[in-house]
Protein backbone atom coordinates (compact mmCIF):
# COMPACT_ATOMS: atom_id res chain seq x y z
CA UNK A 1 0.00 0.00 0.00
CA UNK A 2 1.46 3.60 -0.86
CA UNK A 3 2.70 5.31 2.28
CA UNK A 4 0.59 8.39 1.13
CA UNK A 5 -2.62 6.44 1.39
CA UNK A 6 -1.93 5.24 5.02
CA UNK A 7 -0.91 8.43 6.06
CA UNK A 8 -3.31 11.15 5.53
CA UNK A 9 -2.44 14.17 5.39
CA UNK A 10 1.59 13.76 4.58
CA UNK A 11 2.99 17.52 5.80
CA UNK A 12 5.95 17.85 4.14
CA UNK A 13 7.89 21.68 4.75
CA UNK A 14 8.31 22.98 1.61
CA UNK A 15 4.43 22.18 1.28
CA UNK A 16 3.33 24.12 4.32
CA UNK A 17 5.97 27.19 3.79
CA UNK A 18 7.38 26.53 7.36
CA UNK A 19 9.84 23.67 8.64
CA UNK A 20 10.38 22.14 12.05
CA UNK A 21 11.98 22.98 14.65
CA UNK A 22 9.43 26.29 14.27
CA UNK A 23 6.23 25.91 16.07
CA UNK A 24 4.28 27.09 12.52
CA UNK A 25 5.46 22.84 11.23
CA UNK A 26 3.83 21.52 13.88
CA UNK A 27 0.79 23.64 14.70
CA UNK A 28 -0.08 23.50 10.68
CA UNK A 29 0.23 19.80 10.61
CA UNK A 30 -1.74 19.84 14.05
CA UNK A 31 -4.88 21.61 11.97
CA UNK A 32 -4.19 20.09 8.66
CA UNK A 33 -4.69 16.42 10.53
CA UNK A 34 -7.32 17.72 12.66
CA UNK A 35 -6.06 16.58 15.70
CA UNK A 36 -5.18 17.75 19.42
CA UNK A 37 -1.45 17.82 20.16
CA UNK A 38 -1.75 15.46 22.92
CA UNK A 39 -3.25 12.70 20.45
CA UNK A 40 0.29 13.11 18.74
CA UNK A 41 3.56 10.88 18.90
CA UNK A 42 6.42 12.98 16.95
CA UNK A 43 9.13 10.66 16.23
CA UNK A 44 12.49 12.63 14.97
CA UNK A 45 16.38 11.31 14.80
CA UNK A 46 17.37 14.84 14.89
CA UNK A 47 17.01 16.23 18.84
CA UNK A 48 16.19 20.07 17.66
CA UNK A 49 12.40 18.62 16.20
CA UNK A 50 11.85 16.96 18.93
CA UNK A 51 12.61 19.50 21.35
CA UNK A 52 10.38 21.40 18.75
CA UNK A 53 7.34 19.38 18.92
CA UNK A 54 7.30 19.49 22.71
CA UNK A 55 7.05 22.89 22.38
CA UNK A 56 3.72 22.37 21.04
CA UNK A 57 2.85 20.18 23.37
CA UNK A 58 3.00 17.16 21.20
CA UNK A 59 4.72 14.35 22.74
CA UNK A 60 8.58 13.22 21.11
CA UNK A 61 10.32 10.27 20.71
CA UNK A 62 13.92 10.57 19.96
CA UNK A 63 14.86 7.56 17.65
CA UNK A 64 18.12 6.25 18.16
CA UNK A 65 17.25 2.41 17.71
CA UNK A 66 14.33 0.64 16.05
CA UNK A 67 13.53 -1.80 19.29
CA UNK A 68 13.33 1.47 21.66
CA UNK A 69 11.07 3.53 18.94
CA UNK A 70 8.29 0.39 18.68
CA UNK A 71 8.39 0.43 22.28
CA UNK A 72 7.77 4.20 22.63
CA UNK A 73 4.93 3.46 19.87
CA UNK A 74 3.18 0.98 21.39
CA UNK A 75 3.13 2.33 24.92
CA UNK A 76 1.68 5.29 23.34
CA UNK A 77 -0.89 3.18 21.75
CA UNK A 78 -1.52 1.69 24.87
CA UNK A 79 -2.60 4.87 26.48
Known sequence: MPV???FDP???SHEQGVAKP???AYLTALERMGARAEDVLF???NDAPARGAESCGIRAVPHR???TTIAAIERF???
Open 65 to 67: DNA
Open 4 to 6: RRR
Open 77 to 79: LAN
Open 10 to 12: ICY
Open 22 to 24: DAG
Open 43 to 45: IDD
